[in-house]
């Protein structure tokens, strides 16, 4: 079936900017014998405006690829059309979900495409996130993770993009505020709910000056752990994620992440543990 894909040509593997080049001309014949193109308008398969400069751009690409080009387009006349006709379209995003589902070439192609694409709005998003006026003092998270989130979701939004419900700019740029409100609050409702109980701990200026005394004491490893609570690296959380669908960080699996990530004994982790839980009880 004749089709033109019109999508950016440095995306097609070799097979498909053949195979669409080839059916350019195929539809410029169609043309010429001023043949009915209704069918192919209503399968989104033909722009008639575009034939001559469609066949430019394949033709261009094809040299860049060091491919053979010796069929230049002859022009037509496509007034025998309906204006409505004439002046069709091609859904380019209808073509690049169709392209991503037929084509694994393609579908890599793609999605590098994107991402040098969109690269620029993610980072965009997170500085503008991080240092906007109105948001800056309500801000807990930090510009690397910012980034890393941002990379996430674009990851996510190439599988569940539907070309049908929204444009792929529109699902991640809203994917993305999404996820840094959501992360963002988490964070602070965990900072405030340790916050909270370390204050209810230290109820008289002596009791927090002796409080204060004894955190600055804990051991290294002791310290370490209650960073990681406070501030949560990303691999805790995707290992979070990808075993329960949700972020919940708990004693047990931050004892698990810390054996087997960074190399810490059992017995380590049960005499920090026992540590921070003597301080706290006090």
């Given amino acids: ?27 410029n014949g169609t043309l010429k014998k001023e043949m ?3 069918g192919y308008i209503k399968n989104n398969c033909i722009e008639p405006k575009s034939i ?14 060091k ?16 204006k409505g006709e004439q002046k069709s379209k091609i859904n380019v995003d209808w073509n690049l979900h169709e392209l991503m589902q037929r084509c694994p070439k393609c579908k890599e192609r ?10 620029v709005m993610i980072e965009r998003r997170a500085y503008s996130w ?32 539907k070309w049908q419900r929204a444009s792929f700019s529109t699902l991640l740029y809203t994917a993305l505020n999404n996820k840094y409100h959501m992360e963002n609050d988490y964070k602070k409702i965990k900072t405030s709910e340790i916050s909270h109980e370390i204050r209810s701990k230290s109820y008289d200026i002596e009791k927090q000056v002796e409080f204060k005394i004894k955190l600055e004491s ?3 490893n002791a310290k370490y752990v209650i960073n990681s609570v406070l501030n949560t690296p990303l ?6 994620k990808k075993e329960t669908g949700r972020v919940s960080i708990c004693k047990k699996r931050l004892q698990r992440y810390l054996i087997e990530h960074k190399s810490w004994s059992i017995y380590s982790c049960i005499k920090t543990f026992e540590e921070i839980k003597e301080v706290l009880k006090y």
């Avoid at 001559?52 to 690829?65: F, K, M, N, P, T």
């Avoid at 053979?68 to 025998?80: M, Q, R």
């Fill in 235 to 240: 691999d805790l959380i995707n290992q979070s």
């Fill in 130 to 161: 991080m240092y906007a006026k109105n948001c800056r003092t309500n801000v807990c998270l930090s510009y690397e993770d910012l980034i890393a989130m941002g990379y996430e979701v674009f990851v996510n939004c190439i599988k569940d993009w």
């Fill in 52 to 65: 001559q400069s469609r066949h430019d751009v394949l033709a261009g690409e094809l040299i860049r690829r």
């Fill in 36 to 38: 009915s193109i209704t």
């Fill in 218 to 220: 804990l051991s290294p």
């Fill in 1 to 27: 079936m004749t089709r033109m894909w019109m999508v950016e040509p440095e995306v097609l593997c070799n097979q498909h900017l053949l195979g669409e080049h080839k059916e350019v001309h195929q539809a």
């Fill in 67 to 82: 491919m053979n080009h010796k069929s230049p387009l002859e022009a037509v006349s496509i007034s025998y059309l309906s």
């Fill in 110 to 119: 793609i999605v590098n495409h994107l991402f040098k694409k969109y690269q």
